[in-house]
């Protein structure tokens, strides 16, 4: 359905919440029905005959339910009021000049909440639900770790591992030397190394779904502060621990929106550009250290709100410096463009529109990334043969060419000419492949030519048309899960 159209009572309770947000001249000519109408752009209050109308953008509608069988809410966000609620009571009778209300197919509230969500979902960045997204996601090789349980699991490790390193140094007497430090780093080391796989891929996984979500937009991925928890459970009426302690800021032609730190990813606080009165650098507490940080200002119906968070540097440190002032500008150049563009295009033209890609046939066979993928593999079994004759080599030198009797020389040469022949192939193969690709004008690869199509491997949606930047591995990756959501 690219368009809806249904008839409102114009009572009292719809003039007196549209007014201050404002349509007081709409509220002021009070006409006994309102047709609504509302497509990609936005939905539109008008009087039967067209008289006054009065526009709501889809930045601005927060949600449209159902409150009952003729009555609709709409939550509407006004940057002086906050919130507002507008009722609607649907008119079963038909309108001089307007036709028949509700319009075919909408039997009822629940019909005209779901369809206006659906036309919202669409102007505000396409057809892609949370679900969807996720499953998406599952799709692009980002494994679905279970965080919480497996860090802590590997946590226990070492209890386990300290008592191994102990009962080998009380059994083994000589290793009090320097081998004890290289056990206890290594096991360390071991531990460290798990966990920090495992976040990575819960913080891959996370800004794919974010990126699904929220087409175009800067994804920053930020750490909580604790200046920042007031302001979440102001703007967000949550629990400030929900967000957990990274998350998500994506940053796009309608606001600032905050995704929970979780690998769901849910959305938690989402404010429009107007109601940003500021960007500033500051320092910010996290886990009781003072760090290099920045603070949104924000507006509400009482008093400004300061969210303030951690940037994320490299590891799992807090950024500091260049970095941060880099992104404080380029927060501000997004936000100065947003509102310049809402006050210069009218009431509709701030809400992205998110335009579904085209989709391309491919080459019958086997993709160029399948071929890469079985490269990687073939290239990481040379290693193996390499370092068996490096070890023999090194027995030959140490212990005497006698010790090298009775060894399968033979067989370890075999196995290594064997495996870089196939991994000449398999080169060939992929080579041939990809120049295949190019020549019917589009590439698979990220860091292909730039001048054709970069396509999705499995759906054939363009995810960077010919002539556009590179993607970054990130916008890659949110690219692949929004076309492929999309797909399903």
Known sequence: MSEVRFVVVGDAALFAAIAPIGA???????PERVVVEADVTGMRLRSP??????????????????DGPDRLALAVVSPSLGTVTVPMTLAHEAAP?????????????????????????????????????????????????????LRSLVWLLLIPLGAGIGFIVALFPRLHGSLVPILIGAALGTVF?????????????RLAIVGALRPGAMLVHALRAAESDEAVRVLGGVDPAVIGGSFVLALDGEGVHVFRGKEDAQLVVSVAWPDVLGVSETFVTIQRKSYSGLSLRIRTPHEPVELGFGISGRGLNPARGRSVEELRDRILSSRAAAIGTAGNSGPSAAAVSYVTPPRRGMLPGVPSTTWARVLRVTSSLTVVPVIAVIGLQTVRLTAGDSVLVGL????????????????????????????????????LSRTGDTGLDQLDPTTGY????????????DGERSALARVRALAS
Do not use: C, H
């Not at 290594?416 to 590439?443: D, H, M, S």
């Open 193 to 205: 190394g798990v966990v920090a796989v495992i976040m990575k891929w819960q913080a891959a996984k």
């Open 49 to 66: 005959r067209g008289e006054v109308s009065f526009g709501l953008p889809w930045r601005v509608v927060q949600s449209a339910a159902a």
């Open 24 to 30: 007081a001249r709409f509220a002021g000519a009070a």
């Open 97 to 149: 000049g307007a036709g028949p209300a509700p319009t075919t197919g909408l039997g009822d509230a629940t019909d005209a909440a779901a369809a206006l969500t659906a036309l919202r979902r669409r102007g505000l960045g396409g057809d892609v639900s949370t679900e969807q997204a996720r499953a998406a996601v599952a799709t692009l090789g980002v494994p679905a770790v279970p965080p919480a349980a």
């Open 408 to 443: 399968p020389l033979i067989s370890v040469v075999v196995v290594v000419i064997a495996v870089i022949l196939l991994n000449f192939v398999v080169l060939l193969a992929y080579g041939r492949r990809q120049k295949a690709e190019n020549a019917a004008g589009y590439t």
């Open 462 to 473: 363009v995810i960077r048309p010919a002539g556009a930047e590179q993607l970054t591995r």
